[in-house]
């Protein structure tokens, strides 16, 4: 007899909380209904050893839809008839997360006229608290009030009731204490209480009473089913030890360890109704309620469509997004011939054991993949794996929607590894009005794009920029940096004259460019895996004018090229002592979300640029200061493709390489205080741009990368990437020892030291001992300026390009470690 059909024939005659109860002496006792509303199971919890199961909530065990909406539809109903018609029309009904989200919308909906919000525990950019709480025994404890209309929670009239569910009441501190916490701030006459199981001991019982009296209201209870669980001395600690002896036998089902598939899931066109929301996290009124109705039949005829035929189908919600996968599964009911099951995945940590006295059978483990508040970690499904299924299908939000959801180890590859088909459906996320709503602030422009702007494609980058191709900036190099060094002119108030490159240094380019191409595109890679993971599902690039703006393309091309992602890229000025475009960053407030914007540079050499962005940032709300670059040598940021200092070729050259656009101006007679930035365009120098090259030979190296790059995030992930600052002691360091002083005049890695040879007067450079290939290119300017070419030991970086240190025009900068003054 195979498993399925042994587990089909013991449930109905074994309870699932008995293996539980024989071994801690749980006891449940209550109505008749209990035993087949609740199994047991035991929680990874150091706060609380049991957990109660509900069969007909569709978080942890796998039910008919139709039976889960009934459940919490019902409950709405006896919500109704107790208040009245009257009453009823202006009651307010709230959720708890993540468990009960479901349950609350259905009780709403049983209800009929009552709009309906959860709690959460994802922060929404743009929208204000409305209130919060704790939940003493969860394992994850702060719930956030987020509605869309702030007027929702206020009682109009007075009396109008506030209907709290959760699925179960079992000492009443969770809702006690949001019934307090929301008094203080919205008082009203009346609150009901809904749950499936009243398991409150004797003494709580008494303490809703004495609370009612307390803060001066009506405090009425609706459940299902009543009991209470009988608790024996020393059972969480007993609890904690069976925990740990299981897991250490390995008698659990670990199914989360099983070979993910590779099979790619189809992914199903919901046509999901516009402005309907995804839930009840920022409100679900009866007009959203009548619209969703009219669509659910179209959308699961699309769903039953994909399933082909497929027998045995769940519908797999994704943690707090419960009620959306809840009616798609009711409705899929009605038009399907397949049987219909639904549950949700979860945060909370349990105990799976394979038997039939357990209500925890197997378990799938994946990340999380929303990008969570609280930073990463396990997820949960449960009883999905040796159930039988043949087809899943996954509702998820589109912010879940994530390369994280896509991973080998994530979800769906471990779905695919215990059903022969996933779909994939995705609701859009709802966005607040008050998220979405942002003025343009007044005489910004908006951005410059090629081909007007640079020879970049106009989706490839956005210049925030102003265009002062028409004035003239370029002084001769020994000028300028008289200028900078004596104090009279900072580096932004001119340009150099674009060094242009010698057939011998073209040469040499393509040959740099042949060789790294594909090591730039694993560098490209890996640090857009570790933006999407770890910052935004749906970055904003925001490039550091110019070295920055390259890999901000590369970036983008990648996110296209892996998941088909549109990401919004615009470049920026930033300057050393000057800060970040102020103007710049008051656009991109004005439309985008800042928590979304993710700053992008080529390399880090010292850090001073990571500073200063921190620093810039400091006045302004919202923006995350840490830069996401190629290569982090100096180790002064987290996110990073490689800490590597190697050759990347953009910065063998100047505009040529960069979309044909100089480095930024700041000049206080060229730029008001409500202008961009400047830059000018080089269209003369079209003829020897290999911008467009640059970025396609790079991209066409991509597909080879993949693994390597999947393989290189693994293990960034899971590492201490804390900066180290190391480059920033290195540089203090030389700075003293070569008697210069000015860690200015220092610029460490190979990126760094080319531009020294190309827009400044060098001085020397420093190369590391047996440096091979990548210091070709530095070696021939090195050679074409006379500056001579150190080799040193114990160097951090590749090389280290020194500034001529007191400089006075005519000097060589060939003169050894002697500084010679004005």
Same mark, same amino acid.
């Given at each position: 007899?195979?498993?399925?059909?042994?587990?089909?024939?013991?449930?109905?005659?074994?309870?699932? !909380?008995?293996?539980?109860?024989?071994?801690?002496?749980?006891?449940?006792? *209550?109505?008749?209904?209990?035993?087949?509303?609740?199994?047991?199971?035991?929680?990874?919890?150091?706060?609380? /050893?049991?957990?109660?199961?509900?069969?007909?909530?569709?978080?942890?065990?796998?039910?008919?839809?139709?039976?889960?909406?009934?459940?919490?539809?019902?409950?709405?109903?006896?919500?109704?008839?107790?208040?009245?018609?009257?009453?009823?029309?202006?009651?307010?009904?709230?959720?708890?997360?993540?468990?009960?989200?479901?349950? !609350?919308?259905?009780?709403?909906?049983?209800?009929?006229?009552?709009?309906?919000?959860?709690? &959460?525990?994802?922060?929404?950019?743009?929208? /204000?608290?409305?209130?919060?709480?704790?939940?003493?025994?969860?394992?994850?404890?702060?719930?956030?009030?987020?509605?869309?209309?702030?007027?929702?929670?206020?009682?109009?009239?007075?009396?109008?009731?506030?209907?709290?569910?959760?699925?179960?009441?079992?000492?009443?501190?969770?809702?006690?204490?949001?019934?307090?916490?929301?008094?203080?701030?919205?008082?009203?006459?009346?609150?009901?209480?809904?749950?499936?199981? %009243?398991?409150?001991?004797?003494?709580?019982? *008494?303490?809703?009473?004495?609370?009612?009296?307390?803060? !001066?209201?009506?405090? %009425?209870?609706?459940?299902?089913?009543?009991?209470?669980?009988?608790l024996p001395d020393g059972v969480l600690e007993r609890g904690q030890s069976l925990v740990a002896a299981q897991e250490s036998a390995a008698s659990a089902f670990e199914a989360g360890d099983d070979e993910p598939a590779k099979r790619d899931p189809t992914r199903i066109e919901l046509a999901w109704p516009s402005g309907v929301p995804d839930g009840g996290r920022h409100g679900f009124t009866p007009a959203h309620r009548a619209t969703l109705e009219a669509a659910l039949p179209g959308m699961a005829a699309r769903i039953d469509e994909a399933l082909g035929d497929a027998r045995r189908v769940l519908v797999l919600g994704f943690e707090e997004l419960m009620y959306a996968p809840l009616r798609l599964g009711t409705a899929l009911e009605e038009v399907s011939a397949a049987e219909v099951r639904y549950s949700t995945t979860t945060r909370s940590p349990v105990l799976?054991?394979?038997?039939?006295?357990?209500?925890?059978?197997?378990?799938?483990?994946?990340?999380?993949?929303? #990008?969570?508040?609280?930073?990463?970690?396990?997820?949960?499904?449960?009883?999905?794996?040796? @159930?039988?299924?043949?087809?899943?299908?996954?509702?998820?939000?589109?912010?879940?929607?994530?390369?994280?959801?896509?991973?080998?180890?994530?979800?769906?590859?471990?779905?695919?590894?215990?059903?022969?088909?996933?779909?994939?459906?995705?609701?859009?996320?709802?966005?607040?009005?008050?998220?979405?709503?942002?003025?343009?602030?007044?005489?910004?422009?908006?951005?410059?794009?090629?081909?007007?702007?640079?020879?970049?494609?106009?989706?490839?980058?956005?210049?925030?920029?102003?265009?002062?191709? #028409?004035?003239?900036?370029?002084?001769?190099?020994?000028?300028?940096?008289?200028?900078?060094?004596?104090?009279?002119?900072?580096?932004?108030?001119?340009?150099?004259?674009?060094?242009?490159?010698?057939?011998?240094?073209?040469?040499?380019?393509?040959?740099?460019?042949?060789?790294?191409?594909?090591?730039?595109?694993?560098?490209?890679?890996?640090?857009?895996?570790?933006?999407?993971?770890?910052?935004?599902?749906?970055?904003?690039?925001?490039?550091? /004018?110019?070295?920055?703006?390259?890999?901000?393309?590369?970036?983008?091309?990648?996110?296209?090229?892996?998941?088909?992602?549109?990401?919004?890229?615009?470049?920026?000025?930033?300057?050393?002592?000057?800060?970040?475009?102020?103007?710049?960053?008051?656009?991109?407030?004005?439309?985008? #979300?800042?928590?979304?914007?993710?700053?992008?540079?080529?390399?880090?050499?010292?850090?001073?640029?990571?500073?200063?962005?921190?620093?810039?940032?400091?006045?302004?709300?919202?923006?995350?200061?840490?830069?996401?670059?190629?290569?982090?040598? *100096?180790?002064?940021?987290?996110?990073?493709?490689?800490?590597?200092?190697?050759?990347?070729?953009?910065?063998?050259?100047?505009?040529?390489?960069?979309?044909?656009?100089?480095?930024?101006?700041?000049?206080?007679?060229?730029? !008001?205080?409500?202008?961009?930035?400047?830059?000018?365009?080089?269209?003369?120098?079209?003829? &020897?741009?290999?911008?467009?090259?640059?970025?396609?030979?790079? @991209? %066409?190296?991509?597909?080879?990368?993949?693994?390597?790059v999947d393989a290189d995030v693994k293990e960034l992930l899971a590492a201490d990437r804390a900066p180290t600052w190391e480059g920033w002691a290195a540089v203090e360091r030389i700075s003293e020892e070569y008697g210069i002083h000015d860690v200015n005049l220092v610029k460490p890695g190979v990126g760094e030291t080319t531009r020294v040879l190309l827009r400044r007067v060098p001085w020397k450079i420093l190369a590391k001992r047996g440096a091979g290939a990548d210091l070709d290119h530095v070696r021939l300017l090195a050679e074409q300026r006379g500056v001579p070419v150190e080799e040193v030991d114990e160097l951090p970086y590749t090389c280290v390009g020194l500034i001529h240190p007191r400089f006075t025009r005519g000097a060589t900068g060939a003169d050894g470690r002697a500084v010679t003054g004005k």
């Amino acid at each position: 007899m195979s498993e399925r059909a042994t587990r089909k024939e013991t449930v109905d005659v074994v309870w699932t !909380g008995s293996w539980v109860a024989e071994r801690l002496g749980v006891e449940l006792v *209550g109505d008749g209904e209990l035993r087949d509303l609740l199994g047991l199971a035991l929680r990874r919890n150091p706060k609380r /050893a049991h957990l109660l199961v509900s069969n007909v909530l569709g978080k942890h065990v796998p039910q008919k839809p139709s039976v889960v909406y009934g459940a919490g539809f019902e409950l709405g109903e006896r919500v109704r008839d107790l208040l009245g018609e009257a009453e009823a029309r202006h009651a307010v009904v709230l959720g708890y997360a993540e468990t009960a989200t479901g349950l !609350g919308h259905a009780v709403a909906d049983g209800l009929g006229v009552a709009p309906y919000l959860h709690s &959460t525990r994802r922060p929404v950019e743009g929208v /204000a608290r409305a209130g919060g709480f704790e939940e003493s025994h969860s394992h994850a404890t702060s719930h956030l009030l987020l509605p869309e209309d702030p007027a929702l929670l206020s009682p109009t009239p007075s009396d109008a009731p506030l209907v709290l569910v959760d699925d179960e009441f079992s000492t009443g501190n969770t809702v006690l204490n949001t019934i307090r916490a929301l008094h203080e701030l919205y008082p009203r006459e009346r609150y009901v209480i809904v749950a499936l199981a %009243d398991m409150r001991s004797a003494t709580d019982r *008494g303490r809703l009473a004495e609370f009612a009296d307390e803060i !001066g209201a009506r405090v %009425d209870l609706v459940a299902r089913s009543v009991g209470t669980v009988l608790l024996p001395d020393g059972v969480l600690e007993r609890g904690q030890s069976l925990v740990a002896a299981q897991e250490s036998a390995a008698s659990a089902f670990e199914a989360g360890d099983d070979e993910p598939a590779k099979r790619d899931p189809t992914r199903i066109e919901l046509a999901w109704p516009s402005g309907v929301p995804d839930g009840g996290r920022h409100g679900f009124t009866p007009a959203h309620r009548a619209t969703l109705e009219a669509a659910l039949p179209g959308m699961a005829a699309r769903i039953d469509e994909a399933l082909g035929d497929a027998r045995r189908v769940l519908v797999l919600g994704f943690e707090e997004l419960m009620y959306a996968p809840l009616r798609l599964g009711t409705a899929l009911e009605e038009v399907s011939a397949a049987e219909v099951r639904y549950s949700t995945t979860t945060r909370s940590p349990v105990l799976a054991l394979d038997n039939p006295g357990y209500a925890i059978r197997s378990r799938l483990v994946f990340p999380a993949h929303d #990008d969570p508040a609280d930073g990463p970690g396990d997820r949960y499904a449960y009883n999905v794996a040796g @159930a039988g299924f043949d087809a899943v299908v996954a509702v998820v939000d589109s912010a879940a929607d994530t390369p994280a959801l896509h991973a080998p180890d994530g979800l769906l590859a471990r779905l695919a590894a215990h059903a022969d088909h996933v779909l994939l459906a995705v609701v859009p996320s709802y966005a607040p009005s008050r998220a979405v709503e942002r003025q343009e602030p007044p005489m910004l422009p908006e951005p410059l794009r090629g081909p007007a702007f640079s020879s970049y494609a106009g989706g490839d980058v956005g210049w925030l920029l102003q265009d002062l191709s #028409d004035t003239e900036l370029e002084a001769p190099t020994e000028e300028r940096e008289e200028a900078i060094q004596s104090g009279g002119a900072h580096y932004a108030e001119s340009l150099p004259v674009e060094y242009q490159p010698t057939p011998q240094y073209q040469d040499l380019f393509k040959a740099a460019l042949d060789t790294s191409a594909a090591r730039v595109a694993r560098a490209v890679g890996t640090v857009t895996e570790t933006v999407l993971a770890e910052r935004s599902p749906r970055p904003v690039l925001v490039s550091l /004018a110019r070295a920055g703006t390259p890999v901000g393309v590369l970036m983008r091309r990648w996110a296209q090229y892996r998941y088909g992602l549109d990401l919004p890229h615009y470049a920026v000025s930033i300057v050393r002592g000057r800060g970040i475009d102020a103007n710049a960053l008051r656009w991109l407030a004005a439309h985008h #979300d800042p928590a979304d914007v993710v700053f992008v540079d080529g390399w880090t050499g010292k850090g001073a640029i990571t500073r200063e962005l921190a620093a810039a940032l400091a006045e302004f709300e919202g923006f995350n200061p840490e830069i996401a670059v190629l290569a982090d040598p *100096g180790g002064c940021v987290r996110t990073y493709g490689t800490r590597e200092d190697f050759l990347i070729p953009s910065a063998c050259l100047n505009s040529t390489v960069s979309g044909l656009i100089s480095r930024t101006v700041l000049r206080s007679d060229l730029v !008001g205080p409500d202008d961009f930035h400047g830059a000018k365009f080089y269209r003369e120098l079209a003829g &020897t741009d290999v911008s467009g090259h640059f970025i396609d030979t790079v @991209a %066409d190296r991509f597909g080879e990368v993949v693994d390597a790059v999947d393989a290189d995030v693994k293990e960034l992930l899971a590492a201490d990437r804390a900066p180290t600052w190391e480059g920033w002691a290195a540089v203090e360091r030389i700075s003293e020892e070569y008697g210069i002083h000015d860690v200015n005049l220092v610029k460490p890695g190979v990126g760094e030291t080319t531009r020294v040879l190309l827009r400044r007067v060098p001085w020397k450079i420093l190369a590391k001992r047996g440096a091979g290939a990548d210091l070709d290119h530095v070696r021939l300017l090195a050679e074409q300026r006379g500056v001579p070419v150190e080799e040193v030991d114990e160097l951090p970086y590749t090389c280290v390009g020194l500034i001529h240190p007191r400089f006075t025009r005519g000097a060589t900068g060939a003169d050894g470690r002697a500084v010679t003054g004005k």
